[in-house]
């Protein structure tokens, strides 16, 4: 039997949809299956604090779906990376212990998915809904490509037109379903899901794709990090990493752009005294993560050493990690995806 209660054989065959998907999965020779873990930088401790997460964000999703604290109760990028959390692990729809709360999660999606396309919560207006839109799609892009259930496939074909129809002339997306501007925090979200839903089998436009990549490419500084916007600006550690997971999704190969932003990434990682002041901690170190993970060698084990040895310091005794300016579940939905980077598991990208 498997940690889902399958045997080898149905293990198999689940890993070998998610594999098709885009989610990168290792099924290595002598019998590990989903967690061959490198013991230099995955350890019990890891094991045992997503557990923990894990554990404490099933007991956060309500009866209705909705998942999150305060404005944040029905946001649906926090619901839907919580829904990614699950799935980092393993956890799929009405499957296992888990699959009761991913159910739930997708459901609450579901509800809002719009006739027009787009994926929102009335009057949500917490930073533009194509963030959660982007993540929603995303998470729905996964779902049907591990499970292929017919209620997804309409919504999300709806959302992914969508965002291609929404696309600016810069290339890029930003807080709205339309075309009035461009910045790279919205656009990641939008090719993160672009690039799931491609996986799945659904139809996006090579212009779409090119566009999107010229986008991104214009937004390097000279020092290798990325800025926010076209216009002159400083470069940022969230917003380079965001950029260069843009870039990943959207089928960009390794180059001296990737040299030189993960340079920056290493040069500028938050200090530990940021964790709690930083209101953009999670959402970098999910970016970097990511982006880290496709450059590899040194950078991203020196890189993953040290900011999960802070998460597990940080977390709580109930398992949750904590952030003062969005909410908890966030947090611990980052934090739960950023450890399990190792497991060759990961939530989009092949290496």
Known sequence: MSLFGDDRRTLL???SRVSALGLYVSVAPSGFLFGQKPKDLFSDKHQQALQKG?????SRVQEDGSFGESVYQQNLAV???????????????????YGKYVSRLVDFILQHAQQNGLIAV?????????????????????????????EVRPALKNAIDLIVSTQNDE????????????????????????????????????????QARAYVRNLQNDDGGFRYVTADGQSAYPRTGAA??????????????????????MENIPKDSEYAGNPHYFYGQYYAAHALWQVGGDHWSKWYSQVSELLLRRQLTSGEWEDESICNEYATSMACLILTMPNNFLPLLRK
């Not at 894990?54 to 099933?58: E, F, G, K, Y």
Request: hydrophobic share 45%; proline share 4%.
């Open 122 to 150: 009335p009057d949500e207006s917490v930073r533009g809904v194509m963030y959660g839109h982007g993540f929603a799609a995303l998470l729905l892009a996964q779902v049907y490509g591990t499970t292929r259930q017919r």
């Open 79 to 97: 619901v839907s990376l919580g829904g990614l959390a699950f799935l980092s692990r393993g956890h799929l729809p009405n499957r296992g212990p």
């Open 171 to 210: 290339g890029g997306w930003r807080y709205g379903p339309t075309k009035k501007d461009a910045d790279i925090s919205v656009t990641v979200c939008q090719t993160m899901a672009l690039r799931a839903a491609r996986n799945a089998g659904f139809f996006v436009p090579g212009q779409t794709i090119a």
């Open 13 to 15: 065959k689940r890993l």
């Open 244 to 265: 260069v997971v843009a870039l990943a999704s959207l089928g960009v190969k390794q180059n001296e752009l990737f040299v030189a932003a993960s340079r920056y990434l």
């Open 54 to 58: 894990i554990d404490w964000l099933a």
